[in-house]
């Protein structure tokens, strides 16, 4: 009866940890990034991403506005990729067109927005 709780325990919290791991290492990739998103029209794809998320997510809108990436007009799709290939977490690779030698200088094994807030970029407290 132990060893029968005990593999029962184990396989829980395996399945926990796995479920807690997310869709990126689960292998399920890009897919699950856009999955959250409400279905849009292909004309609302081709629509800039400020259009919609001025009104629907304005804390998000404004945190961009006012960095320097609003500042100096970079576009979502820039680092998120466009509707079909979106990333709510870019890769660093997403960074390196723009910020290479800063990304060289950082952990490899970490992701941009885990030492910086997204889209301010300011050094957080992590």
Not at 4 to 10: M, R, W
Not at 33 to 49: G, N, V
Not at 95 to 101: F, P, Q, T
């Amino acid at each position: 009866m132990k060893n029968f709780f005990g593999l029962n325990l184990l396989a829980a919290v395996f399945f926990l940890f796995w479920a807690c791991l997310g869709p990126e290492s689960s292998g399920v990739g890009n897919a699950a990034s856009t999955s959250s998103h409400p279905e849009i029209s292909e004309q609302e794809k081709l629509l800039p991403c400020f259009e919609c998320h001025e009104e629907a997510t304005p804390e998000v809108y404004k945190e961009w506005y006012d960095s320097l990436h609003g500042i100096g007009m970079v576009k979502c799709y820039q680092c998120h990729g466009t509707y079909e290939n979106m990333q709510t977490e870019p890769p660093a690779s997403a960074c390196m067109a723009c910020h290479a030698d800063m990304v060289e200088k950082c952990p490899k094994d970490k992701k941009c927005a885990f030492c910086h807030n997204a889209h301010t970029f300011k050094r957080s407290k992590k």
